[in-house]
């Protein structure tokens, strides 16, 4: 059985040096007023950079991280009203670019990338 290649997409990250950006942070003024404008960046600065969980990082952003099992690809396929609803889009749309490949079920890149920028 030749289940062929799926187009997945790799991210890297560099490892920047982050000694300037820690510089800037002792220009602010008012942390505290910092913080109500922008959250816990500050804080992210003073932290030691390395490969973290999702956990570590919902808890240095103050983001709540569901306590669900994650997905397992063994759930049934979602209704196209409830993928609407959870994405803010319109019915006629998910139908339109909802496809399958490889097997799986999805979103194209590029109507990823069109959607969430429009929502940007």
Known sequence: MDCGRR??????FKCLDLKEL?????????????????????SILSADVVEGLLSEYAHLLGIPVSNKVPFSGLE???RYYFIAEALHLKKS????????????FGFPS??????STAFA
Not at 7 to 12: G, R
Not at 95 to 104: N, Q
């Open 110 to 115: 590029n109507f990823i990338i069109k959607e």
């Open 22 to 42: 820690r510089k800037l942070a002792s220009f602010v003024l008012d942390p505290l007023d910092f913080k109500q404008c922008h959250g816990k960046l500050l």
């Open 76 to 78: 049934e396929i979602p």
């Open 7 to 12: 187009n997945t997409k790799k991210y890297s």
């Open 93 to 104: 749309e998910i139908e339109a670019h909802w496809v399958k490949k490889g097997g799986l």
